[in-house]
């Protein structure tokens, strides 16, 4: 009996050591089953875009790098999103998704060129030139652009403006060495006036007057736009952007109601004592 119980506990110890490993070898066959399937029998046979508007179909799925065969769990999402943005500049967001067994499905929003930033003035880039090789007389020269660029909402430099562009123009920036589907940079002198420009055409597109709007001119402490073709709306350049459109907004029946439908002049949001100053403009008769 002392025989029996002795046999009886090895084969228990023996059970209870394998136990573990034999469970451990059973998830490692399920997971090397489980790639093996994957990778015989999940490939891409279709890839399907929408969103899309500005771009054809063919260009996208070429911009994206996959191709018919690929695997679809050995795909790279970053890399594709990364070679969709830089290839075709006006891709804003994208979303890349596996559609069991065999398709990729792939969702874009495209920017719109919402402004363009116009040549800079010669003698603020001679002087920016200058200021470089005062502080450091072995720099680089400043690669400053020589033509006007289209921006995306949020600064990203689309392609060089056509001559016939209606985006709204855009002064008092310089930008720096522009490059298609990068952003827009400038000097660090001018970081406070490129910040304001973005959140600037933010808060336009949010309130919707985007199209309302034809120039922005950026200057030290505060900017202009032209608004609706009749006003210079003037702003401080570290404002709350959004407020300052609507009351933008909120003046313009008021001044319709006092004035004409087609009064004109500049409308001052930097005085916040005062509110939103409205200015007449001058006839050219008086002057």
């Avoid at 336009?204 to 199209?211: F, R, S, T």
């Avoid at 309302?212 to 402490?221: D, F, G, K, M, W």
Wanted: hydrophobic residues 40%; proline residues 5%.
């Amino acid at each position: 009996m002392p025989r029996y119980n002795h046999r009886s506990r090895s084969r228990r110890r023996n059970k209870g050591r394998f136990g573990p490993l034999f469970k451990l070898l059973c998830l490692l066959a399920v997971g090397v089953a489980l790639t093996v399937g994957a990778t015989v029998f999940f490939r891409v046979e279709s890839i399907v875009i929408s969103g899309n508007k500005r771009y054809t179909q063919e260009e996208i799925i070429a911009a994206s790098g996959i191709q018919t065969g690929d695997n679809l769990y050995g795909l790279n999402k970053v890399r594709i999103d990364q070679n969709i943005r830089t290839t075709l500049p006006y891709i804003g967001d994208l979303t890349i998704n596996r559609a069991l067994p065999n398709t990729i499905v792939i969702t874009v929003t495209e920017w719109e060129a919402v402004a363009k930033v116009a040549v800079p003035d010669p003698t603020q880039a001679a002087a920016l030139r200058q200021e470089q090789l005062d502080q450091d007389p072995k720099a680089e020269p400043l690669e400053i652009a020589q033509e006007p660029w289209l921006i995306s909402v949020k600064g990203k430099l689309l392609e060089p403006a056509p001559e016939d562009s209606s985006a709204i123009t855009v002064t008092g920036l310089v930008p720096i060495a522009p490059q298609t589907g990068s952003t827009l940079q400038t000097v660090e002198s001018e970081s406070d006036r490129l910040s304001a420009l973005t959140a600037l055409l933010e808060a336009l597109q949010e309130g919707g007057e985007l199209g309302n709007v034809s120039s922005i001119r950026l200057e030290a402490t505060q900017l202009v736009l032209r608004y609706m073709d009749r006003f210079d709306v003037k702003m401080k350049l570290n404002a709350d952007f959004s407020y300052d459109i609507r009351r933008m907004q909120a003046v313009k029946p008021k001044i319709d109601e006092m004035y004409t439908t087609d009064a004109a002049g500049s409308i001052d949001l930097t005085q916040e004592k005062y509110g939103a100053v409205y200015g007449p403009a001058r006839d050219s008769s008086d002057q």
